[in-house]
C-alpha cells in the first residue's frame, strides 16, 4: 500500500506531515482497488489528530470510495464516534461556507465523484416536466424509468399529513401531488381549505380525471410553485414534496414560510436529503435545520423506523433514492 495509506491507517501524524512536507501531493493518493483515500484509513484507526492533519493539509471531508462510502462511515463501523462527530461538523462548516460564498450546491462534488454517484444510479433529472410520466400501481414513474413517487412512502405520507393537520378545518397547502397519498389523508383531515401546487401536465391531467378539482375545500394550482408564488395565502399546514429539484430550491422554498406560514402553523418537507448515504444524510439536515433557524424556524425531528425496503421495492425504478434504516420526518414551527 501507498506509504501515506499506511501512515493514515496507523494514525501515525509524525509520518503523516513528513510525507506531506515532502510531497503535499501525496494528499491525493487513493488506493488503487477500492479509491479508499487516506482520510478513510486514518478515519478507520480512529486518530482524530490524523484526521485533523490530513483536513488542515487540504483533505476533502467528502470523499467516497468506488462502493460510496465516506472515512465518516469507516470510522463509525468501528465504532469510532469522535471521528463520525469531527467530521459531520467539518462537512456542515464546508458546506455552509461554500454556500455563503454563493457557490453553486451546497452537495457540489468533483467530477469524479459525480460519476460515481451516476455509476450508483443517480441519475440527471432535469428537464422532468418535459417528460412522459406514467402511473402503474402505486407508482409513478418518468420516461427514463426514475420512480417521483412510490407506495412505500405512503405510512410517511399518513404521518406528514397528521403533522401539518393535527384538527379538522385547517388551511393546508401540499406542493407536489405525485400519487396524492398526502392529500388523501389530508382530506381525511377534512380541512377547511386545501390548495395543492402542481407542476407536471400528466400529473395534473390525472388529478383532473380522479375529480380532485371537485373535492371539498381543494383549490388546484397547476404550475410550478415558483411560479404561481403571488396565489400563495396563509396557510395552518404546509407540505412540501417536489421531484427533479435540488436542495437549493428547496431553500428558496423555505425562504417564503415567513410569509405562508400561520404564526401557530406547522411546516414539513419529504426529507429525502441525500436519502442513500447516513453521513451525507446528516450532514444535509443539519443544513437545512441552520438554514430554517435562520428565519425564526424551529426543526424538531421525529425519527420513523424504516422496514428494509429490497430490491424487489424497486424493481422497475432506475434510482435507489432511499436505503436509510430511519426517517428524520421535520416538524418545523416559528420559534416562540
Ligand atoms: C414525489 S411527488 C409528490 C408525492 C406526494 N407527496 C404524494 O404523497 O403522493 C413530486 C411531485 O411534485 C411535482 N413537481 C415537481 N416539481 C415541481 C414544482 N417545481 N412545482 C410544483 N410541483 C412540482 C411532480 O410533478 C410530482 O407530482
Aim: glycine share 8%; with cysteine.
Amino acid at each position: 500500500m501507498d506509504p501515506i495509506l499506511v501512515a493514515a491507517s496507523e494514525g501515525n501524524t509524525a509520518q503523516l506531515q513528513s510525507i506531506l512536507d515532502q510531497d503535499p501531493d501525496a494528499i491525493h493518493v487513493r488506493h488503487p482497488d477500492t479509491s479508499a483515500s487516506p482520510l478513510h484509513y486514518a478515519a478507520e484507526s480512529g486518530s482524530i489528530e490524523a484526521v485533523e492533519l490530513l483536513l488542515t493539509n487540504g483533505h476533502p471531508w467528502n470523499e467516497v470510495t468506488n462502493d460510496h462510502k465516506t472515512a465518516a462511515e469507516w470510522a463509525l463501523g468501528k465504532g469510532h464516534q469522535a471521528v463520525w462527530d469531527r467530521l459531520l461538523q467539518e462537512g456542515i462548516r464546508v458546506e455552509m461556507l461554500l454556500a455563503l460564498l454563493g457557490k453553486p450546491d451546497a452537495m457540489e462534488y468533483d467530477d469524479e465523484t459525480k460519476q460515481k454517484l451516476v455509476d450508483a444510479g443517480q441519475v440527471d433529472v432535469s428537464d422532468f416536466l418535459n417528460k412522459k410520466l406514467t402511473y402503474t400501481d402505486g407508482l409513478l414513474v418518468d420516461e427514463d424509468g426514475n420512480g417521483v413517487m412510490m407506495n412505500w412512502e405512503g405510512p410517511l405520507m399518513e404521518r406528514h399529513a397528521a403533522v401539518i393537520a393535527p384538527t379538522p378545518g385547517l388551511s393546508v397547502l401540499n406542493v407536489g401531488f405525485g400519487l396524492g397519498l398526502i392529500d388523501t389523508f389530508l382530506q381525511d383531515a377534512k380541512p377547511a381549505k386545501h390548495t395543492i401546487i402542481e407542476a407536471h401536465p400528466d400529473v395534473y391531467a390525472k388529478m383532473l380525471a380522479d375529480g380532485w378539482d371537485k373535492k371539498a375545500g381543494v383549490k388546484i394550482l397547476f404550475g410550478r410553485w415558483q411560479d404561481v408564488v403571488e396565489e400563495l395565502e396563509v396557510y395552518d399546514g404546509i407540505f412540501f414534496d417536489t421531484f427533479g429539484e435540488d436542495y437549493d430550491a428547496l431553500k428558496e422554498f423555505h425562504e417564503l414560510l415567513p410569509n405562508i406560514l400561520s404564526e401557530t402553523g406547522v411546516y414539513s418537507y419529504f426529507n429525502g436529503l441525500a436519502g442513500t448515504n447516513i453521513f451525507f444524510h446528516e450532514v444535509s439536515c443539519a443544513i437545512a435545520e441552520a438554514d430554517l433557524q435562520d428565519m425564526g424556524i424551529e426543526t424538531k425531528i421525529e425519527k420513523i423506523n424504516m422496514r428494509d425496503l429490497g430490491d424487489e421495492e424497486w424493481d422497475g425504478v432506475r434510482r435507489k433514492y432511499w436505503s436509510l434504516p430511519i426517517y428524520n420526518l421535520p416538524v418545523c414551527k416559528f420559534a416562540m
